[in-house]
């Protein structure tokens, strides 16, 4: 009774495995026939089993999967196992042992091919259930390929799993390829390895996909290290080579800011109708700020109608020669052969601000006109980057309102004397009837107040000082400097500390409101 029962188990264990092998062994339907076997040659006869089988085939000769039955690596652990004692198949047909090289997958994927084609599908008990190509799915890919096409890299369509793991589905078709836990690179990681190693697997590189990296020059340019903060020049901190302080750091603030580079030309007019406000000094402290902080390109131009007194502010270096000279040789100079050095020649170059000047006619009998400034000023504007023009003191000549409308930037000096801050609140109403474009002159204003020994009236800036700070868009307060009030040539090196410091103040605010000028659309 023993020896029947254990011989019932086994032939029912053998039919169960027959089974299994039957329902995922590959069948040569629509495989290539046989070049041997003669066109007459009679079929062979097939058993039960094996009309059982085909029974079971589409017409792609490929077993469907049951309907409510899940693939084989996704069942529970409580499924019946596979056989993992059966002895391993022929080595070129395993899918257990990870290839070495590209090449052994080719050969592999080929040997299996052909012992396929060559089966029958009555399988021997010799092939192992879940061994060679029957491991790679029921017939059908993830592609809904029939069972052993291969891609175009000659690789089979399903993935085989890394060595030491059982019942993972084969990788997602599209996803990069990870070191596998052998750590060889490459090798895709099953989703059971993914779940323990989700960054991959510690102390190997995976490849990482390739970056598409495009750079433009500007890109690059700011993707560069800014460069290292120069070190203090002055005092203790010059010496121990540590970085400035914050009263050199705002200065060179202010140098760089008046070292802006315009997109064009630029005109800056400095205007007051009072005499003695303060107009000349003020045009040769901002054009001397703006030379030393540009490294030259500004011109200084007297644009009195009739006599200035420019001349007898500046050192004569070169010339004597004035407006009216440089009008006398206007055909020459506008010609397109000109040259900086030609137009030079008429004007004063001064050495410690860095800048030229352009005096006014000496005598009464050449006034200028409208058309006489726009004749200087195309001219000036071909060969300067700044325009500093001081005006004269009638608002109805025709040259004050040529300047007017030419101005980028409008400088109002002062004194906190009543006459020369009431002649400026006139100007201010004057201009506000101008126009839009007027106004918009009024409020990008710089009021610049220049006392001399005594000129200070308390009461006079306490009333006034607010009305300007409203109407302009800010208030530069220069020292009073006893090389300004000797009223000679104006040095800006003889200057003080404090009167550069305020004339480069100046020139900063000055040049922050010609860029907003040049930024707003009119």
């Given at each position: 009774?023993?020896?029947?029962?254990?011989?019932?188990?086994?032939?029912?264990?053998?039919?169960?495995?027959?089974?299994?092998?039957?329902?995922?062994?590959?069948?040569?339907?629509?495989?290539?026939?046989?070049?041997?076997?003669?066109?007459?040659?009679?079929?062979?006869?097939?058993?039960?089993?094996?009309?059982?089988?085909?029974?079971?085939?589409?017409?792609?000769?490929?077993?469907?999967?049951?309907?409510?039955?899940?693939?084989?690596?996704?069942?529970?652990?409580?499924?019946?196992?596979?056989?993992?004692?059966?002895?391993?198949?022929?080595?070129?047909?395993?899918?257990?042992?990870?290839?070495?090289?590209?090449?052994?997958?080719?050969?592999?994927?080929?040997?299996?091919?052909?012992?396929?084609?060559?089966?029958?599908?009555?399988?021997?008990?010799?092939?192992?259930?879940?061994?060679?190509?029957?491991?790679?799915?029921?017939?059908?890919?993830?592609?809904?390929?029939?069972?052993?096409?291969?891609?175009?890299?000659?690789?089979?369509?399903?993935?085989?799993?890394?060595?030491?793991?059982?019942?993972?589905?084969?990788?997602?078709?599209?996803?990069?390829?990870?070191?596998?836990?052998?750590?060889?690179?490459?090798?895709?990681?099953?989703?059971?390895?993914?779940?323990?190693?989700?960054?991959?697997?510690?102390?190997?590189?995976?490849?990482?996909?390739?970056?598409?990296?495009?750079?433009?020059?500007?890109?690059?340019?700011?993707?560069?290290?800014?460069?290292?903060?120069?070190?203090?020049?002055?005092?203790?901190?010059?010496?121990?080579?540590?970085?400035?302080?914050?009263?050199?750091?705002?200065?060179?603030?202010?140098?760089?800011?008046?070292?802006?580079?315009?997109?064009?030309?630029?005109?800056?007019?400095?205007?007051?109708?009072?005499?003695?406000?303060?107009?000349?000094?003020?045009?040769?402290?901002?054009?001397?700020?703006?030379?030393?902080?540009?490294?030259?390109?500004?011109?200084?131009?007297?644009?009195?109608?009739?006599?200035?007194?420019?001349?007898?502010?500046?050192?004569?270096?070169?010339?004597?020669?004035?407006?009216?000279?440089?009008?006398?040789?206007?055909?020459?100079?506008?010609?397109?052969?000109?040259?900086?050095?030609?137009?030079?020649?008429?004007?004063?170059?001064?050495?410690?601000?860095?800048?030229?000047?352009?005096?006014?006619?000496?005598?009464?009998?050449?006034?200028?006109?409208?058309?006489?400034?726009?004749?200087?000023?195309?001219?000036?504007?071909?060969?300067?980057?700044?325009?500093?023009?001081?005006?004269?003191?009638?608002?109805?000549?025709?040259?004050?309102?040529?300047?007017?409308?030419?101005?980028?930037?409008?400088?109002?000096?002062?004194?906190?004397?009543?006459?020369?801050?009431a002649a400026a609140v006139q100007m201010l109403e004057e201009l506000d009837n101008q126009g839009?474009?007027?106004?918009?002159?009024?409020?990008?204003?710089?009021?610049?107040?220049?006392?001399?020994?005594?000129?200070?009236?308390?009461?006079?800036?306490?009333?006034?000082?607010?009305?300007?700070?409203?109407?302009?868009?800010?208030?530069?307060?220069?020292?009073?400097?006893?090389?300004?009030?000797?009223?000679?040539?104006?040095?800006?090196?003889?200057?003080?500390?404090?009167?550069?410091?305020?004339?480069?103040?100046?020139?900063?605010?000055?040049?922050?409101?010609?860029?907003?000028?040049?930024?707003?659309?009119?």
């Open positions: 009774m023993t020896d029947s029962h254990n011989s019932g188990q086994h032939k029912d264990r053998e039919a169960a495995a027959a089974e299994v092998r039957r329902m995922w062994q590959p069948t040569p339907s629509w495989t290539q026939p046989d070049p041997n076997q003669s066109p007459d040659a009679e079929p062979v006869e097939e058993t039960d089993e094996q009309e059982d089988a085909l029974s079971r085939t589409d017409s792609w000769g490929v077993a469907p999967k049951p309907v409510d039955q899940p693939a084989p690596w996704t069942q529970p652990q409580s499924q019946p196992a596979p056989s993992w004692t059966q002895p391993a198949a022929e080595s070129s047909s395993a899918s257990w042992s990870q290839p070495e090289e590209q090449d052994d997958e080719l050969g592999a994927d080929t040997e299996a091919a052909a012992s396929a084609d060559s089966t029958t599908p009555d399988a021997g008990p010799s092939t192992p259930v879940f061994g060679g190509s029957s491991f790679h799915g029921s017939g059908h890919d993830q592609g809904g390929q029939p069972q052993g096409a291969q891609s175009q890299g000659g690789q089979p369509q399903g993935g085989q799993f890394p060595q030491g793991q059982s019942g993972a589905a084969p990788q997602a078709a599209g996803q990069p390829a990870q070191p596998g836990p052998a750590g060889q690179s490459g090798q895709p990681l099953s989703q059971a390895a993914q779940h323990f190693f989700p960054q991959g697997v510690p102390g190997q590189q995976g490849q990482q996909p390739p970056q598409n990296l495009s750079y433009r020059a500007d890109e690059l340019i700011q993707a560069l290290p800014l460069p290292r903060e120069a070190p203090a020049e002055r005092g203790v901190r010059s010496v121990l080579k540590l970085r400035p302080g914050s009263s050199e750091r705002s200065e060179r603030i202010a140098r760089a800011t008046a070292a802006t580079a315009f997109r064009r030309p630029v005109t800056i007019v400095v205007a007051n109708p009072k005499g003695g406000s303060g107009k000349t000094p003020t045009t040769l402290l901002l054009s001397g700020a703006l030379g030393q902080a540009r490294g030259g390109g500004v011109v200084a131009w007297d644009n009195n109608e009739l006599r200035g007194n420019m001349h007898l502010r500046t050192h004569d270096t070169n010339s004597r020669s004035t407006v009216t000279d440089m009008l006398q040789a206007m055909p020459m100079l506008t010609q397109p052969d000109a040259r900086l050095g030609d137009v030079a020649a008429y004007l004063r170059h001064q050495v410690a601000g860095q800048y030229d000047v352009l005096t006014s006619a000496t005598t009464t009998y050449a006034q200028i006109e409208a058309k006489d400034f726009d004749q200087i000023h195309r001219l000036l504007s071909r060969f300067y980057k700044v325009l500093v023009i001081d005006t004269g003191n009638n608002e109805g000549s025709s040259n004050w309102r040529e300047a007017m409308k030419a101005a980028d930037a409008l400088v109002i000096p002062i004194k906190w004397k009543s006459l020369s801050c839009p474009e007027a106004q918009r002159l009024i409020r990008r204003a710089i009021i610049a107040v220049s006392n001399g020994p005594g000129d200070v009236n308390k009461e006079v800036e306490k009333q006034l000082r607010p009305y300007f700070e409203s109407r302009a868009a800010a208030v530069v307060d220069i020292p009073t400097d006893m090389h300004i009030a000797a009223e000679g040539p104006l040095d800006h090196s003889a200057l003080q500390p404090a009167t550069r410091r305020a004339a480069l103040d100046l020139a900063a605010k000055v040049a922050e409101q010609i860029t907003v000028a040049l930024n707003t659309p009119r």
